[in-house]
């Protein structure tokens, strides 16, 4: 979960925001983004690419 958040949304490794109060709501929407991908996955019945962020 820590590497997709840092790798796969790539402006949490290079960001410019200081301090936790300004990080978590980014990181909760990146929670959700994710989230809505493997809900959208198995709503369209493709739950073995729920994982993947890559194929949209």
Excluded: W, Y
């Excluded at 790798?7 to 490794?13: A, H, I, L, Q, T």
């Amino acid at each position: 979960m820590n590497s997709r958040l840092d790798v796969s949304f790539g402006f949490f490794e290079l960001h410019t925001i200081r301090g936790m109060a300004e990080m978590k709501p980014r990181t909760g929407l990146a929670l959700c983004v994710m989230l809505a991908i493997a809900l959208g996955r198995i709503k369209e019945k493709q739950p073995a690419k729920m994982r993947s962020l890559v194929c949209a």
